[in-house]
């Protein structure tokens, strides 16, 4: 009779157990489902403020500087862009190398990356994660656990990329706000190979992975690299979408500093 007891009462705590997993489970779900919506719905409701705010803030950042936006400089305007249209910052890396997320707002984590678009604006490419804990020349690892390890290291919700065509005179610039579950910087959307090197000490040796085409996006890691993970990115309708402003600057700059503070103290 004890013995059914205490069988009774294990069978019931563990029935407890599995409904409290599963609603838990059920609740997280739900509380990520509507955090994503919420965040979906403010940039709706902000996107023509960025658009308006990132062409200000790049012909404002042109007055006096005639190198690109890019690198930690887009960071810092990202930063100004997204407090100026009524987007909470709370933090930012300030200039860190750190992989992951480099801004937190009201949108979620961001991912701050730069890029030059390629001659015919229809490609461009970003640098990504180093994984040589998963791979290098001594240990080409196994892709399966690499595409595990570059997803798990995803920490943001939101690529947030300044893109430029530099011409003779002028920058053009592309704002792209990209969810980082987007396939085209999904590492599972492709089909990965060895690289194979072609000559001298490494001919016929893997000297990193690279994939296959996917709607012209494509992604490689190179040993000899820090086995850094690299992205090409395609410029398709669907990426164009995420497209949030864009603008047009000289690269002679009306002022340096100390002009500008003269102008200011009048």
């Known amino acids: 009779m004890n013995r059914l007891l205490l069988f ?21 779900g739900i509380i990520e489902t ?19 705010n990132f062409d200000l803030c790049i012909q404002g950042y042109h007055l ?22 009524g987007c909470h910052v709370a933090s930012k890396s300030s200039g860190s190398h750190s992989p992951g997320s480099d801004i937190t707002c009201a949108l979620g984590n961001i991912s701050n990356k730069s890029a030059k678009y390629e001659s015919d604006r229809g490609t461009f490419n970003i640098s990504s994660y180093r994984l040589t804990t998963m791979c290098s020349g001594l240990n080409c690892g196994n892709i399966d656990e690499i595409i595990h390890g570059i997803n798990s290291k995803k920490n943001f919700q939101y690529y947030s990329i300044i893109v430029r065509e530099e011409t003779g005179e002028k920058y053009k610039y592309d704002w792209y706000l ?14 990965w190979i060895p690289t194979i090197g072609q000559r001298g000490q490494n001919k016929d040796k893997q000297v990193g992975w690279r994939t296959n085409s996917v709607d012209g996006s494509s992604m490689s890691i190179s040993f000899s690299m820090s086995s850094q993970l690299w992205i090409s990115i395609c410029v398709t309708e669907d990426l ?5 402003g864009s ?7 009306r002022f340096n500093y100390m002009q500008l503070h003269k102008l200011l103290e009048k």
Do not use: C
Request: charged content about 25%; glycine content about 2%.
């Open 8 to 28: 009774l009462l294990f069978a019931l705590h563990f029935v407890i157990y599995i409904e409290s997993f599963y609603f838990n489970r059920r609740l997280s």
């Open 240 to 244: 164009k979408k995420h497209i949030v």
């Open 34 to 52: 509507n955090k994503s919506k919420r965040m979906t719905d403010l940039l709706s409701n902000i996107r023509d403020k960025l658009s308006l």
């Open 64 to 85: 006096v500087n005639g190198d690109p936006a890019k690198e930690s400089v887009w960071e810092n305007l990202n930063e100004q862009i997204f407090v100026e249209s």
């Open 247 to 253: 603008s047009i600057s000289s690269k002679d700059t």
């Open 178 to 191: 990209i969810p980082s579950d987007h396939p085209a910087f999904d590492p599972a959307s492709y089909d």
